[in-house]
Protein backbone atom coordinates (compact mmCIF):
# COMPACT_ATOMS: atom_id res chain seq x y z
CA UNK A 1 0.00 0.00 0.00
CA UNK A 2 0.82 3.74 -0.45
CA UNK A 3 2.25 4.80 2.93
CA UNK A 4 3.65 7.84 4.39
CA UNK A 5 6.26 7.82 7.67
CA UNK A 6 5.03 10.53 9.85
CA UNK A 7 8.60 12.47 10.91
CA UNK A 8 8.24 16.11 13.28
CA UNK A 9 9.28 18.83 10.64
CA UNK A 10 11.72 21.26 12.16
CA UNK A 11 10.26 24.18 10.34
CA UNK A 12 6.86 26.15 11.74
CA UNK A 13 4.68 24.62 9.22
CA UNK A 14 1.16 25.66 9.72
CA UNK A 15 -1.98 24.49 7.57
CA UNK A 16 -3.00 25.22 5.30
CA UNK A 17 0.07 26.74 3.73
CA UNK A 18 0.59 29.70 3.56
CA UNK A 19 1.44 31.22 0.29
CA UNK A 20 4.92 30.83 -1.04
CA UNK A 21 6.55 34.28 -0.64
CA UNK A 22 5.08 34.36 3.23
CA UNK A 23 6.86 31.00 3.94
CA UNK A 24 10.02 32.33 2.53
CA UNK A 25 10.12 35.88 4.38
CA UNK A 26 9.17 34.18 7.31
CA UNK A 27 12.39 32.26 7.43
CA UNK A 28 15.71 34.11 8.09
CA UNK A 29 18.53 32.87 6.30
CA UNK A 30 21.49 31.86 7.58
CA UNK A 31 24.92 33.87 6.41
CA UNK A 32 25.48 32.95 2.92
CA UNK A 33 29.41 32.12 4.36
CA UNK A 34 28.01 29.51 6.83
CA UNK A 35 26.86 27.88 4.28
CA UNK A 36 29.71 27.77 2.06
CA UNK A 37 32.02 26.94 5.06
CA UNK A 38 29.90 24.58 6.96
CA UNK A 39 27.48 22.87 4.59
CA UNK A 40 30.03 22.84 1.13
CA UNK A 41 33.27 22.92 2.71
CA UNK A 42 34.37 25.97 1.06
CA UNK A 43 37.66 27.57 1.81
CA UNK A 44 37.11 31.37 2.09
CA UNK A 45 39.15 31.99 -0.46
CA UNK A 46 36.87 29.79 -2.89
CA UNK A 47 34.00 32.13 -2.60
CA UNK A 48 33.17 35.64 -3.16
CA UNK A 49 30.13 37.56 -1.60
CA UNK A 50 26.91 38.76 -3.42
CA UNK A 51 25.40 40.61 -0.06
CA UNK A 52 24.92 38.11 2.90
CA UNK A 53 22.58 35.59 1.35
CA UNK A 54 23.93 34.73 -2.01
CA UNK A 55 27.89 34.25 -3.04
CA UNK A 56 29.90 32.90 -6.65
CA UNK A 57 32.40 29.77 -6.15
CA UNK A 58 35.64 30.03 -7.34
CA UNK A 59 36.37 27.41 -10.22
CA UNK A 60 39.40 27.00 -8.44
CA UNK A 61 37.84 24.80 -6.09
CA UNK A 62 38.15 22.16 -9.01
CA UNK A 63 41.82 22.29 -9.16
CA UNK A 64 41.87 22.05 -5.13
CA UNK A 65 39.29 19.04 -5.30
CA UNK A 66 40.13 17.40 -8.49
CA UNK A 67 41.35 13.96 -6.97
CA UNK A 68 38.50 14.02 -4.43
CA UNK A 69 35.71 11.04 -4.95
CA UNK A 70 32.45 12.12 -6.52
CA UNK A 71 29.52 11.53 -4.65
CA UNK A 72 26.00 9.78 -5.70
CA UNK A 73 24.22 11.64 -8.50
CA UNK A 74 20.71 11.93 -9.11
CA UNK A 75 18.83 13.83 -11.89
CA UNK A 76 15.06 14.72 -10.82
CA UNK A 77 12.54 14.51 -13.90
CA UNK A 78 8.44 14.39 -13.80
CA UNK A 79 5.66 13.00 -16.12
CA UNK A 80 4.57 15.57 -19.34
CA UNK A 81 3.87 18.54 -17.59
CA UNK A 82 -0.05 20.00 -17.48
CA UNK A 83 -1.66 23.40 -15.83
CA UNK A 84 -1.75 21.68 -12.83
CA UNK A 85 1.42 21.29 -12.00
CA UNK A 86 3.54 18.42 -10.92
CA UNK A 87 5.83 20.15 -8.39
CA UNK A 88 9.07 18.93 -9.35
CA UNK A 89 11.30 21.68 -8.34
CA UNK A 90 9.37 21.42 -5.05
CA UNK A 91 10.44 17.76 -5.12
CA UNK A 92 13.84 18.90 -5.37
CA UNK A 93 14.52 20.86 -2.46
CA UNK A 94 12.11 19.02 -0.22
CA UNK A 95 14.43 15.46 -1.42
CA UNK A 96 17.57 17.38 -0.98
CA UNK A 97 16.18 18.99 2.92
CA UNK A 98 15.55 15.28 3.50
CA UNK A 99 18.67 14.20 2.99
CA UNK A 100 20.37 16.71 4.67
CA UNK A 101 18.54 18.10 7.56
CA UNK A 102 16.66 14.32 8.02
CA UNK A 103 18.93 11.69 7.05
CA UNK A 104 22.03 13.68 8.09
CA UNK A 105 23.80 13.42 4.21
CA UNK A 106 26.18 15.88 3.18
CA UNK A 107 23.92 17.20 0.42
CA UNK A 108 24.08 19.80 -2.45
CA UNK A 109 20.82 20.74 -4.61
CA UNK A 110 21.83 22.04 -8.56
CA UNK A 111 19.42 23.81 -10.14
CA UNK A 112 19.07 26.42 -12.63
CA UNK A 113 18.21 30.28 -12.55
CA UNK A 114 14.85 31.28 -13.28
CA UNK A 115 14.03 33.05 -16.66
CA UNK A 116 12.46 36.41 -16.11
CA UNK A 117 9.66 35.03 -18.96
CA UNK A 118 7.92 32.70 -17.07
CA UNK A 119 8.56 34.89 -13.41
CA UNK A 120 6.18 37.32 -15.11
CA UNK A 121 4.16 35.37 -17.12
CA UNK A 122 2.26 32.31 -16.86
CA UNK A 123 4.27 29.99 -14.87
CA UNK A 124 5.66 31.85 -11.76
CA UNK A 125 8.74 31.90 -10.33
CA UNK A 126 11.51 27.96 -9.74
CA UNK A 127 12.38 28.18 -6.10
CA UNK A 128 10.13 25.51 -5.49
CA UNK A 129 6.92 26.09 -3.25
CA UNK A 130 5.69 25.78 0.31
CA UNK A 131 8.10 24.56 2.91
CA UNK A 132 10.17 23.64 0.32
CA UNK A 133 11.88 26.73 -1.14
CA UNK A 134 15.22 28.20 -2.08
CA UNK A 135 15.53 31.19 -0.31
CA UNK A 136 15.33 34.49 -0.73
CA UNK A 137 13.08 33.48 -3.78
CA UNK A 138 12.82 36.99 -4.35
CA UNK A 139 16.23 37.16 -5.12
CA UNK A 140 16.42 33.54 -7.35
CA UNK A 141 13.23 34.60 -9.27
CA UNK A 142 14.60 37.81 -10.42
CA UNK A 143 18.01 39.30 -10.94
CA UNK A 144 20.00 36.79 -8.97
CA UNK A 145 23.63 37.77 -9.88
CA UNK A 146 23.04 39.02 -13.26
CA UNK A 147 24.25 35.72 -15.38
CA UNK A 148 20.94 35.88 -17.13
CA UNK A 149 21.70 39.87 -18.07
CA UNK A 150 25.19 39.21 -18.86
CA UNK A 151 23.96 36.20 -21.47
CA UNK A 152 21.65 38.77 -23.20
CA UNK A 153 24.34 41.57 -23.26
CA UNK A 154 26.96 39.19 -25.03
CA UNK A 155 23.91 37.29 -27.38
CA UNK A 156 23.48 41.19 -28.52
CA UNK A 157 26.75 42.24 -28.72
CA UNK A 158 27.48 39.30 -31.43
CA UNK A 159 24.33 40.24 -33.31
CA UNK A 160 24.80 43.73 -33.55
CA UNK A 161 28.84 42.68 -34.68
CA UNK A 162 27.24 40.78 -37.77
CA UNK A 163 25.28 43.50 -38.99
CA UNK A 164 27.76 45.81 -38.25
CA UNK A 165 30.71 43.98 -40.47
CA UNK A 166 27.84 42.77 -43.46
CA UNK A 167 27.25 47.15 -43.52
CA UNK A 168 31.16 47.64 -43.87
CA UNK A 169 31.81 45.18 -46.15
CA UNK A 170 28.91 46.95 -48.16
CA UNK A 171 30.07 49.96 -47.84
CA UNK A 172 34.15 49.48 -48.28
CA UNK A 173 37.09 48.30 -50.60
CA UNK A 174 38.91 45.61 -49.43
CA UNK A 175 42.06 47.68 -48.82
CA UNK A 176 40.02 49.86 -46.77
CA UNK A 177 38.50 47.25 -44.98
CA UNK A 178 41.95 46.02 -44.51
CA UNK A 179 43.57 49.27 -43.15
CA UNK A 180 40.61 49.21 -40.18
CA UNK A 181 40.90 45.75 -39.30
CA UNK A 182 44.58 46.02 -39.24
CA UNK A 183 45.56 49.62 -38.63
CA UNK A 184 49.64 50.92 -38.06
CA UNK A 185 50.12 51.54 -34.54
CA UNK A 186 52.22 54.98 -33.57
CA UNK A 187 55.61 53.43 -34.99
CA UNK A 188 53.64 52.69 -38.49
CA UNK A 189 53.60 49.03 -37.63
CA UNK A 190 50.28 46.58 -38.45
CA UNK A 191 49.68 43.70 -36.64
CA UNK A 192 46.67 41.03 -36.04
CA UNK A 193 44.72 40.64 -33.31
CA UNK A 194 45.49 37.29 -31.69
CA UNK A 195 41.38 36.13 -32.82
CA UNK A 196 42.55 36.93 -35.91
CA UNK A 197 45.58 34.74 -36.35
CA UNK A 198 42.95 31.82 -36.07
CA UNK A 199 41.16 32.92 -39.13
CA UNK A 200 43.74 33.21 -41.46
CA UNK A 201 44.76 29.39 -40.10
CA UNK A 202 41.08 28.79 -40.92
CA UNK A 203 41.71 30.33 -44.21
CA UNK A 204 45.04 28.05 -44.93
CA UNK A 205 46.87 31.49 -44.83
CA UNK A 206 50.43 31.03 -43.27
CA UNK A 207 51.55 34.32 -42.49
CA UNK A 208 51.46 36.74 -39.21
CA UNK A 209 52.59 39.97 -40.94
CA UNK A 210 49.83 41.46 -41.94
CA UNK A 211 52.36 43.58 -44.70
CA UNK A 212 53.04 40.10 -45.79
CA UNK A 213 49.44 38.86 -47.24
CA UNK A 214 49.00 39.42 -51.25
CA UNK A 215 45.70 41.30 -52.29
CA UNK A 216 43.96 37.89 -52.80
CA UNK A 217 44.75 36.81 -49.39
CA UNK A 218 43.45 40.23 -47.95
CA UNK A 219 40.29 39.63 -50.00
CA UNK A 220 39.61 36.04 -48.43
CA UNK A 221 40.44 37.85 -44.87
CA UNK A 222 38.81 40.64 -44.96
CA UNK A 223 35.34 39.42 -46.58
CA UNK A 224 33.25 37.84 -44.51
CA UNK A 225 30.08 37.76 -47.24
CA UNK A 226 28.02 37.00 -45.02
CA UNK A 227 24.76 35.91 -46.83
CA UNK A 228 21.88 38.45 -45.28
CA UNK A 229 19.29 35.65 -46.28
CA UNK A 230 21.52 32.88 -43.75
CA UNK A 231 22.00 35.00 -40.72
CA UNK A 232 20.98 32.07 -38.19
CA UNK A 233 21.81 34.57 -34.94
CA UNK A 234 18.66 36.54 -33.75
CA UNK A 235 18.66 38.95 -30.72
CA UNK A 236 17.00 37.92 -27.09
CA UNK A 237 15.50 39.44 -24.04
CA UNK A 238 14.54 37.99 -21.12
CA UNK A 239 10.86 38.68 -21.20
CA UNK A 240 8.12 37.18 -22.60
CA UNK A 241 7.17 39.44 -25.77
CA UNK A 242 5.41 37.78 -28.74
CA UNK A 243 5.56 40.82 -30.84
CA UNK A 244 9.32 40.56 -31.11
CA UNK A 245 9.14 37.31 -33.07
CA UNK A 246 9.68 38.81 -36.01
CA UNK A 247 11.14 42.65 -36.91
CA UNK A 248 13.08 44.18 -39.34
CA UNK A 249 15.94 46.02 -38.96
CA UNK A 250 18.08 48.34 -40.55
CA UNK A 251 14.97 50.99 -41.29
CA UNK A 252 17.70 53.92 -39.81
CA UNK A 253 18.16 56.32 -43.20
CA UNK A 254 22.07 55.86 -42.06
CA UNK A 255 22.34 52.29 -42.83
CA UNK A 256 21.61 52.68 -46.00
CA UNK A 257 18.76 50.76 -47.21
CA UNK A 258 20.56 47.38 -45.55
CA UNK A 259 17.47 46.42 -44.11
CA UNK A 260 16.59 42.31 -43.20
CA UNK A 261 14.20 40.36 -41.67
CA UNK A 262 14.78 38.79 -37.78
CA UNK A 263 13.70 38.48 -34.24
CA UNK A 264 14.35 38.07 -31.18
CA UNK A 265 14.42 34.84 -29.04
CA UNK A 266 14.04 34.77 -24.77
CA UNK A 267 17.12 34.66 -23.52
CA UNK A 268 17.39 31.38 -22.12
CA UNK A 269 17.07 29.92 -25.55
CA UNK A 270 20.15 31.22 -26.69
CA UNK A 271 23.23 29.43 -27.82
CA UNK A 272 25.34 31.65 -24.99
CA UNK A 273 23.19 30.23 -22.25
CA UNK A 274 23.60 26.52 -23.66
CA UNK A 275 27.51 27.30 -23.76
CA UNK A 276 27.56 28.65 -20.53
CA UNK A 277 25.67 25.67 -19.01
CA UNK A 278 28.06 22.39 -21.26
CA UNK A 279 31.08 24.45 -21.01
CA UNK A 280 33.51 22.55 -17.98
CA UNK A 281 36.09 25.32 -17.27
CA UNK A 282 37.04 28.77 -18.75
CA UNK A 283 39.64 27.39 -21.80
CA UNK A 284 36.22 25.79 -22.66
CA UNK A 285 33.73 28.08 -22.76
CA UNK A 286 36.27 30.29 -24.92
CA UNK A 287 36.02 28.04 -27.27
CA UNK A 288 33.03 26.92 -27.32
CA UNK A 289 31.80 29.97 -27.83
CA UNK A 290 34.23 31.35 -30.94
CA UNK A 291 33.35 28.00 -32.77
CA UNK A 292 29.06 29.67 -32.39
CA UNK A 293 28.23 29.34 -36.28
CA UNK A 294 26.30 32.38 -36.88
CA UNK A 295 26.01 32.50 -40.49
CA UNK A 296 26.93 31.47 -43.88
CA UNK A 297 28.26 33.01 -46.07
CA UNK A 298 27.12 33.26 -50.30
CA UNK A 299 29.23 29.99 -50.42
CA UNK A 300 27.22 28.35 -48.03
CA UNK A 301 31.01 28.10 -45.67
CA UNK A 302 29.67 28.54 -41.84
CA UNK A 303 30.76 32.11 -40.56
CA UNK A 304 31.73 31.54 -36.72
CA UNK A 305 31.95 34.17 -33.79
CA UNK A 306 35.21 34.38 -34.30
CA UNK A 307 35.47 35.09 -37.42
CA UNK A 308 33.68 37.69 -36.84
CA UNK A 309 36.91 38.67 -34.01
CA UNK A 310 34.79 38.81 -31.01
CA UNK A 311 34.47 35.29 -29.06
CA UNK A 312 37.22 36.64 -26.70
CA UNK A 313 34.94 39.65 -25.75
CA UNK A 314 31.59 37.61 -25.60
CA UNK A 315 34.19 35.56 -22.87
CA UNK A 316 34.91 38.23 -20.93
CA UNK A 317 31.39 39.53 -20.60
CA UNK A 318 30.68 35.79 -18.79
CA UNK A 319 34.03 35.93 -16.67
CA UNK A 320 31.68 36.17 -13.31
CA UNK A 321 28.55 34.35 -15.17
CA UNK A 322 30.46 30.99 -15.43
CA UNK A 323 30.91 30.95 -11.52
CA UNK A 324 27.78 29.55 -9.62
CA UNK A 325 25.89 31.03 -6.98
CA UNK A 326 25.73 29.30 -3.63
CA UNK A 327 21.88 30.06 -2.14
CA UNK A 328 20.45 27.84 0.39
CA UNK A 329 16.95 26.25 0.98
CA UNK A 330 14.68 26.87 3.84
CA UNK A 331 16.13 24.06 5.90
CA UNK A 332 19.58 25.80 5.00
CA UNK A 333 21.18 22.85 2.79
CA UNK A 334 23.52 24.13 0.20
CA UNK A 335 22.07 24.99 -3.10
CA UNK A 336 24.02 25.96 -6.80
CA UNK A 337 22.08 27.76 -8.92
CA UNK A 338 23.94 27.98 -12.41
CA UNK A 339 22.86 28.85 -16.07
CA UNK A 340 19.13 28.58 -17.31
CA UNK A 341 18.05 26.88 -20.72
CA UNK A 342 14.74 26.03 -21.22
CA UNK A 343 13.60 22.31 -21.58
CA UNK A 344 11.58 22.80 -24.75
CA UNK A 345 13.62 24.67 -26.73
CA UNK A 346 17.33 24.03 -25.34
CA UNK A 347 18.49 21.53 -23.25
CA UNK A 348 16.86 21.94 -19.96
CA UNK A 349 19.38 21.43 -17.54
CA UNK A 350 22.19 23.29 -14.95
CA UNK A 351 25.40 23.61 -15.53
CA UNK A 352 28.25 21.20 -16.09
CA UNK A 353 30.04 23.08 -13.32
CA UNK A 354 27.91 23.11 -11.43
CA UNK A 355 27.27 19.26 -10.73
CA UNK A 356 31.28 18.58 -11.09
CA UNK A 357 32.01 21.20 -8.39
CA UNK A 358 29.22 20.00 -6.31
CA UNK A 359 29.75 16.05 -6.79
CA UNK A 360 33.36 16.41 -5.72
CA UNK A 361 32.09 18.60 -2.34
CA UNK A 362 29.71 16.38 -1.15
CA UNK A 363 32.47 13.50 -1.10
CA UNK A 364 31.90 9.82 -1.72
CA UNK A 365 29.19 9.57 0.86
CA UNK A 366 26.95 12.83 -0.45
CA UNK A 367 24.92 13.56 -2.61
CA UNK A 368 24.13 15.94 -5.66
CA UNK A 369 20.66 16.50 -6.59
CA UNK A 370 19.95 18.29 -10.20
CA UNK A 371 16.47 18.82 -11.85
CA UNK A 372 15.98 18.21 -15.27
CA UNK A 373 13.17 20.22 -17.11
CA UNK A 374 9.92 19.62 -17.81
CA UNK A 375 8.81 16.22 -18.71
CA UNK A 376 11.06 13.27 -19.05
CA UNK A 377 10.85 12.83 -22.11
CA UNK A 378 12.52 15.81 -22.95
CA UNK A 379 14.67 17.52 -20.23
CA UNK A 380 15.84 14.26 -18.82
CA UNK A 381 16.22 12.35 -22.12
CA UNK A 382 18.62 15.91 -23.01
CA UNK A 383 19.80 15.25 -19.57
CA UNK A 384 20.68 12.02 -20.49
CA UNK A 385 22.34 12.36 -23.63
CA UNK A 386 23.77 15.75 -24.14
CA UNK A 387 24.51 16.76 -20.88
CA UNK A 388 26.09 13.67 -18.96
CA UNK A 389 28.07 12.70 -22.92
CA UNK A 390 29.58 16.24 -22.32
CA UNK A 391 30.23 16.18 -18.44
CA UNK A 392 31.62 12.18 -18.55
CA UNK A 393 29.43 11.91 -15.65
CA UNK A 394 26.55 9.35 -14.98
CA UNK A 395 23.56 9.66 -12.94
CA UNK A 396 23.14 6.58 -10.21
CA UNK A 397 19.17 7.10 -10.15
CA UNK A 398 16.34 9.08 -11.45
CA UNK A 399 13.39 10.76 -9.89
CA UNK A 400 10.18 10.99 -11.36
CA UNK A 401 7.36 13.43 -10.10
CA UNK A 402 4.10 12.86 -10.83
CA UNK A 403 0.55 13.72 -8.91
CA UNK A 404 -2.80 12.37 -8.60
CA UNK A 405 -4.55 15.33 -10.57
CA UNK A 406 -2.31 15.65 -13.33
CA UNK A 407 -2.43 12.12 -14.06
CA UNK A 408 -5.93 12.60 -14.26
CA UNK A 409 -5.73 15.19 -17.01
CA UNK A 410 -3.77 12.21 -18.86
CA UNK A 411 -6.50 9.93 -18.56
CA UNK A 412 -8.90 11.92 -19.95
CA UNK A 413 -9.50 14.85 -17.20
CA UNK A 414 -11.31 17.98 -18.60
CA UNK A 415 -9.47 20.84 -19.65
CA UNK A 416 -8.44 23.26 -17.47
CA UNK A 417 -7.92 27.04 -17.70
CA UNK A 418 -6.42 29.21 -15.41
CA UNK A 419 -8.20 31.68 -13.12
CA UNK A 420 -10.96 29.50 -13.51
CA UNK A 421 -12.46 26.60 -10.48
CA UNK A 422 -10.65 23.00 -10.45
CA UNK A 423 -13.38 20.89 -12.09
CA UNK A 424 -14.63 18.20 -10.29
CA UNK A 425 -12.86 15.59 -11.43
CA UNK A 426 -9.71 16.99 -9.99
CA UNK A 427 -11.00 17.75 -6.71
CA UNK A 428 -12.93 13.79 -5.76
CA UNK A 429 -12.20 10.53 -6.09
CA UNK A 430 -11.58 8.98 -9.55
CA UNK A 431 -9.74 5.87 -9.06
CA UNK A 432 -10.38 4.88 -12.71
CA UNK A 433 -9.64 8.12 -14.45
CA UNK A 434 -5.93 8.73 -12.80
CA UNK A 435 -5.53 4.51 -13.94
CA UNK A 436 -5.59 5.80 -17.08
CA UNK A 437 -3.50 8.44 -16.66
CA UNK A 438 -1.07 6.17 -15.42
CA UNK A 439 0.29 5.27 -18.62
CA UNK A 440 1.89 8.45 -19.25
CA UNK A 441 4.01 7.93 -16.31
CA UNK A 442 4.94 4.21 -17.24
CA UNK A 443 6.27 5.18 -20.10
CA UNK A 444 8.41 8.16 -18.61
CA UNK A 445 9.38 4.97 -16.62
CA UNK A 446 10.31 2.62 -19.29
CA UNK A 447 12.05 5.29 -21.51
CA UNK A 448 14.55 5.65 -17.92
CA UNK A 449 15.04 2.93 -17.54
CA UNK A 450 16.21 2.07 -21.12
CA UNK A 451 19.89 4.22 -19.46
CA UNK A 452 20.36 1.83 -17.25
CA UNK A 453 19.31 3.82 -14.31
CA UNK A 454 17.03 2.72 -11.21
CA UNK A 455 13.89 4.79 -11.43
CA UNK A 456 11.67 6.14 -8.05
CA UNK A 457 8.84 7.89 -8.41
CA UNK A 458 7.84 10.62 -6.24
CA UNK A 459 3.75 10.55 -5.73
CA UNK A 460 3.19 14.78 -4.95
CA UNK A 461 0.36 14.38 -2.89
CA UNK A 462 -2.03 17.00 -2.09
CA UNK A 463 -5.26 17.06 0.78
CA UNK A 464 -7.59 15.83 -2.04
CA UNK A 465 -6.30 12.95 -3.06
CA UNK A 466 -7.46 9.56 -1.75
CA UNK A 467 -5.45 6.70 0.09
CA UNK A 468 -7.39 4.94 -3.46
CA UNK A 469 -5.81 7.21 -6.06
CA UNK A 470 -2.36 6.96 -4.14
CA UNK A 471 -1.88 3.18 -3.93
CA UNK A 472 -3.26 2.91 -7.89
CA UNK A 473 -0.17 5.19 -8.64
CA UNK A 474 2.55 3.82 -6.60
CA UNK A 475 0.81 0.16 -8.27
CA UNK A 476 1.19 1.27 -11.74
CA UNK A 477 4.43 2.84 -11.09
CA UNK A 478 6.08 -0.67 -9.57
CA UNK A 479 4.65 -2.34 -12.07
CA UNK A 480 6.52 -0.25 -14.81
CA UNK A 481 9.54 -1.15 -13.51
CA UNK A 482 10.27 1.19 -11.03
CA UNK A 483 12.27 0.79 -7.82
CA UNK A 484 9.86 2.33 -5.63
CA UNK A 485 6.97 4.84 -5.61
CA UNK A 486 6.98 6.43 -2.56
CA UNK A 487 3.77 9.48 -1.03
CA UNK A 488 5.60 12.80 -0.68
CA UNK A 489 4.20 15.69 1.46
CA UNK A 490 7.02 18.43 1.52
CA UNK A 491 5.28 21.03 -0.03
CA UNK A 492 3.13 20.77 3.65
CA UNK A 493 5.86 19.62 5.85
CA UNK A 494 9.18 20.44 4.05
CA UNK A 495 11.80 17.94 4.11
CA UNK A 496 10.00 16.03 7.16
CA UNK A 497 7.57 15.61 4.42
CA UNK A 498 9.98 13.72 1.63
CA UNK A 499 12.21 11.13 4.23
CA UNK A 500 10.36 8.00 2.76
CA UNK A 501 11.76 9.31 -0.82
CA UNK A 502 15.21 10.05 0.11
CA UNK A 503 15.45 6.67 1.65
CA UNK A 504 14.12 5.28 -0.97
CA UNK A 505 16.67 7.64 -3.15
CA UNK A 506 19.57 6.46 -1.17
CA UNK A 507 18.72 2.71 -1.64
CA UNK A 508 18.56 3.46 -5.16
CA UNK A 509 21.61 4.53 -5.58
CA UNK A 510 23.24 1.69 -4.36
CA UNK A 511 21.81 -0.69 -6.21
CA UNK A 512 23.85 -0.09 -9.08
CA UNK A 513 23.96 0.09 -13.03
CA UNK A 514 25.10 0.28 -16.42
CA UNK A 515 24.91 3.94 -17.96
CA UNK A 516 24.09 3.97 -21.65
CA UNK A 517 23.08 6.42 -24.40
CA UNK A 518 20.18 6.20 -26.36
CA UNK A 519 22.01 6.60 -29.71
CA UNK A 520 25.38 6.84 -31.04
CA UNK A 521 26.64 10.36 -31.66
CA UNK A 522 28.45 8.90 -34.69
CA UNK A 523 25.15 7.64 -36.56
CA UNK A 524 23.46 9.85 -39.11
CA UNK A 525 21.76 12.52 -38.51
CA UNK A 526 18.37 11.02 -39.29
CA UNK A 527 18.82 7.57 -37.15
CA UNK A 528 19.44 10.09 -34.16
CA UNK A 529 16.22 11.88 -34.20
CA UNK A 530 14.20 8.80 -35.14
CA UNK A 531 15.83 6.95 -32.17
CA UNK A 532 14.70 9.79 -29.50
CA UNK A 533 11.20 10.08 -31.70
CA UNK A 534 10.45 6.53 -32.04
CA UNK A 535 12.14 5.12 -29.13
CA UNK A 536 11.68 8.00 -26.81
CA UNK A 537 8.31 9.32 -27.67
CA UNK A 538 5.84 6.67 -29.52
CA UNK A 539 6.19 7.50 -33.10
CA UNK A 540 6.10 5.43 -35.62
CA UNK A 541 7.77 7.63 -38.28
CA UNK A 542 9.88 10.94 -38.60
CA UNK A 543 8.56 13.09 -41.70
CA UNK A 544 10.96 15.83 -42.86
CA UNK A 545 9.94 19.46 -44.33
CA UNK A 546 12.25 20.16 -47.43
CA UNK A 547 14.00 22.67 -45.55
CA UNK A 548 14.70 20.20 -42.59
CA UNK A 549 16.19 17.77 -46.01
CA UNK A 550 17.75 20.00 -47.04
CA UNK A 551 19.32 21.41 -43.58
CA UNK A 552 20.35 17.80 -42.66
CA UNK A 553 22.07 17.44 -45.81
CA UNK A 554 24.04 20.76 -45.58
CA UNK A 555 25.16 20.57 -41.79
CA UNK A 556 26.43 16.59 -42.59
CA UNK A 557 28.16 18.09 -45.83
CA UNK A 558 29.93 20.94 -43.29
CA UNK A 559 30.66 18.29 -40.90
CA UNK A 560 28.62 18.69 -38.31
CA UNK A 561 26.76 15.12 -38.18
CA UNK A 562 28.77 13.73 -35.25
CA UNK A 563 26.57 16.20 -32.73
CA UNK A 564 23.93 14.64 -30.90
CA UNK A 565 20.61 15.97 -30.80
CA UNK A 566 18.26 18.47 -28.91
CA UNK A 567 14.65 18.30 -29.96
CA UNK A 568 12.77 21.44 -29.82
CA UNK A 569 9.42 20.36 -28.93
CA UNK A 570 5.99 21.11 -26.64
CA UNK A 571 6.16 19.76 -23.29
CA UNK A 572 3.05 18.84 -22.96
CA UNK A 573 2.79 15.54 -24.72
CA UNK A 574 4.95 12.47 -25.92
CA UNK A 575 4.01 13.76 -29.35
CA UNK A 576 3.98 17.37 -31.31
CA UNK A 577 0.50 17.92 -30.32
CA UNK A 578 0.07 19.55 -27.25
CA UNK A 579 -3.33 18.29 -27.10
CA UNK A 580 -2.53 14.75 -26.90
CA UNK A 581 -2.71 13.58 -23.73
CA UNK A 582 -1.40 10.15 -22.13
CA UNK A 583 0.82 8.16 -24.16
CA UNK A 584 0.01 8.22 -27.43
CA UNK A 585 1.80 5.94 -30.18
CA UNK A 586 1.94 5.61 -34.05
CA UNK A 587 1.57 9.17 -34.56
CA UNK A 588 4.52 10.65 -37.14
CA UNK A 589 7.00 13.22 -35.78
CA UNK A 590 6.98 16.13 -38.20
CA UNK A 591 10.51 17.71 -38.25
CA UNK A 592 10.08 21.59 -39.42
CA UNK A 593 13.95 22.49 -39.73
CA UNK A 594 17.01 21.17 -38.29
CA UNK A 595 19.79 24.22 -37.09
CA UNK A 596 23.28 23.68 -35.54
CA UNK A 597 24.53 24.78 -31.83
CA UNK A 598 28.13 24.30 -32.89
CA UNK A 599 29.77 25.71 -30.07
CA UNK A 600 26.92 24.42 -27.36
CA UNK A 601 28.04 21.63 -29.22
CA UNK A 602 24.22 19.81 -30.53
CA UNK A 603 21.96 20.17 -33.40
CA UNK A 604 18.52 21.05 -32.68
CA UNK A 605 15.23 19.68 -34.99
CA UNK A 606 12.29 21.68 -34.65
CA UNK A 607 9.52 19.81 -34.13
CA UNK A 608 6.05 21.02 -35.51
CA UNK A 609 5.53 24.64 -34.50
CA UNK A 610 8.00 25.15 -31.70
CA UNK A 611 8.45 28.57 -30.63
CA UNK A 612 11.71 30.21 -29.16
CA UNK A 613 9.73 33.24 -27.95
CA UNK A 614 6.86 33.12 -25.40
CA UNK A 615 3.85 35.27 -25.58
CA UNK A 616 2.37 36.66 -22.70
CA UNK A 617 -1.12 35.44 -21.76
CA UNK A 618 -4.13 37.47 -21.02
CA UNK A 619 -3.42 37.58 -17.07
CA UNK A 620 0.33 37.37 -16.35
CA UNK A 621 1.71 36.74 -13.25
CA UNK A 622 2.40 40.53 -12.66
CA UNK A 623 -0.46 41.47 -12.05
CA UNK A 624 0.02 40.46 -8.64
CA UNK A 625 3.32 41.44 -8.22
CA UNK A 626 4.18 45.11 -6.53
CA UNK A 627 6.46 46.13 -3.44
CA UNK A 628 6.04 47.80 -0.46
CA UNK A 629 7.48 51.30 -0.54
CA UNK A 630 7.72 51.74 3.52
CA UNK A 631 9.65 48.45 3.97
CA UNK A 632 10.99 47.00 0.15
CA UNK A 633 9.36 43.66 0.93
CA UNK A 634 8.25 42.26 -2.52
CA UNK A 635 4.34 41.09 -3.25
CA UNK A 636 3.09 38.14 -4.62
CA UNK A 637 5.70 36.94 -6.02
CA UNK A 638 4.79 32.91 -6.79
Excluded at 82 to 91: A, F, V
Excluded at 552 to 578: E, R, W
Excluded at 586 to 612: C, E, H, K
Aim: with cysteine; aromatic share 6%.
Amino acid sequence: MATFTDVKPLLPVQDPVPADIDIAQSITPKHISQIAEVGLSLLPEEYELYGPTKAKVKLSVKDRLKNAPNGKYVVVGGISPTPLGEGKSTTTVGLCQALGAYLNKKVLTCIRQPSQGPTFGIKGGAAGGGYSQVIPMEELNLHLTGDIHAISAANNLLAAAIDARMFHEAAQKDEALYRRLCPTDKSGKRRFAAVMLGRLQRLGIDKTDPDDLTPEEVSCFVRLDIDPDAVMWRRVVDINDRFLRGITVGQGPEERGMERKTGFDISVASEIMAVLALASDLTDMRARLGRMVVAADRQGRPVTADDLGVGGALTVMLKDAIEPTVMQTLEATPVLVHAGPFANIAHGNSSVIADQIGLKLVGANGFVVTEAGFGADIGLEKFMNIKCRTSGLAPDAAVIVATVRALKMHGGGPPVVAGTPLPHAYLSPDVELVTAGCANLARHIENTRKYGVPVVVAINAFATDSKEELEAVRAAAMAAGASAAVVTRHHALGGAGAVDLAQAVVAACSSGGEFKFLYDVEQPIKAKIEAIACGTYGASSVSYSPEAEAAVAKLAAMGFDNLPICMAKTQYSFSHDATLKGAPSGFVLPIRDVRASVGAGFLYPLVGNMMTMPGLPTRPCFYDIDIDPETGRILGLS
